[in-house]
């Protein structure tokens, strides 16, 4: 295995882990555990073949496991919830807060697309080979997205505090 090819993908592995996780300690352990899984795996990856992808991959996967085995987070407190009761004014720093809130509020899906692309500079195919989806559906996330993250952005309270619709099924 070819150390220095693994220590090149450490930033944006980090950038991504903690912008999807929104902690700095789970983002340490997701790229701990990406590390570990693409060494344990490094046999199936193919020399010539975009190592970046492959990493980034692992990663996601790893991610939507740990997201559906972990149990509900009912310990954490929304901020929108209670910023009515915190002292201070908004300062610059505070907007680097908001676009981390808001990005937290995106759904899964669009925000690992809207990551991909605008964090980690990811062209349209690669993020579809990471996250194993046509590239037609990245760009609509993608859309999506930024749509979505412009009206949470904008301190649109109806956008954040609006349910959304339920995917209705039909049962025989």
């Known amino acids: 295995m070819n150390q220095a090819l ?19 300690w789970a983002a340490d352990d997701l790229v701990q555990d990406t590390l570990e899984r693409a060494c ?4 199936l990856w193919r020399v010539g073949s975009d190592l970046r992808a492959w990493l980034f991959t692992l990663m996601h996967n790893l991610y939507l496991n740990q997201r559906r ?12 919830d209670v910023e009515d009761d915190l002292p201070g004014e908004t300062t610059p720093a505070d ?3 908001d676009l981390d809130r808001c990005l937290q509020r995106l759904p899964h899906d669009q925000r690992a697309v809207l990551l991909l692309v605008a964090l980690e500079d990811m062209s349209y ?36 505090a609006a349910p959304r619709p339920v995917p209705l099924r039909r049962l025989k």
């Open 6 to 24: 693994l220590l090149a993908q450490l930033p944006g592995l980090r950038r991504y882990a903690r912008a999807l996780t929104g902690d700095l």
């Open 40 to 43: 344990a795996k490094w046999t």
């Open 125 to 160: 195919q690669q993020v579809a080979t990471v996250l194993s989806v046509p590239v037609g559906t990245v760009m609509s996330r993608l859309s999506r997205a930024r749509s979505r993250l412009r009206e949470l952005m904008d301190g649109a309270e109806a956008a954040m």
């Open 95 to 97: 907007v680097g807060l």
């Open 69 to 80: 085995s972990a149990p509900a987070a009912s310990a954490r407190v929304d901020l929108a």
